[in-house]
């Protein structure tokens, strides 16, 4: 079984930045990209960021210039850097994972439990 634990979310005030961890642990042989989604009150889960194994950065518009996604692959850990925060990126953070877990199966999605994020004066 394979294991994603995010932290770092909370309460923080407009113009303010957050750092999200999650890590991942298990039955792990090879980690494929590792993505941050939001889900907004009444939203559907959005894709954030993604960092691939070969190390291709991507953002949503919304968020470029302002969030930073980067990874220790000795650690098996993404984060999500967060800055100039405002109250329209208020929602749940998922971590998401492509994990091949052993050399004999192929790679299968996986999703942490989620961190409230929350931009309000």
């Known amino acids: 079984q394979v294991q994603l634990v995010e932290s770092g979310g909370g309460l923080v005030q407009p113009g303010g930045s957050l750092r999200l961890s999650c890590a991942a642990s298990?039955?792990?042989?090879?980690?494929?990209?590792m993505s941050w989604y939001q889900q907004a009150s009444g939203k559907q889960r959005e894709l954030v960021a993604t960092?691939?194994?070969?190390?291709?950065?991507t953002y949503a518009e919304a968020v470029k210039g302002r969030f930073t996604i980067s990874r220790d692959n000795a650690k098996n850990t993404v984060y999500l850097q967060m800055n100039s925060l405002k109250p329209e990126d208020t929602a749940v953070y998922y971590c998401?994972?492509?994990?091949?877990?052993?050399?004999?199966?192929?790679?299968?999605?996986?999703w942490g439990q989620g961190t409230q994020v929350t931009v309000s004066s």
């Open positions: 298990g039955s792990i042989f090879r980690i494929y990209d």
């Open positions: 998401n994972a492509e994990v091949r877990a052993t050399i004999y199966i192929g790679p299968a999605d996986y």
């Open positions: 960092f691939t194994r070969g190390g291709v950065t």
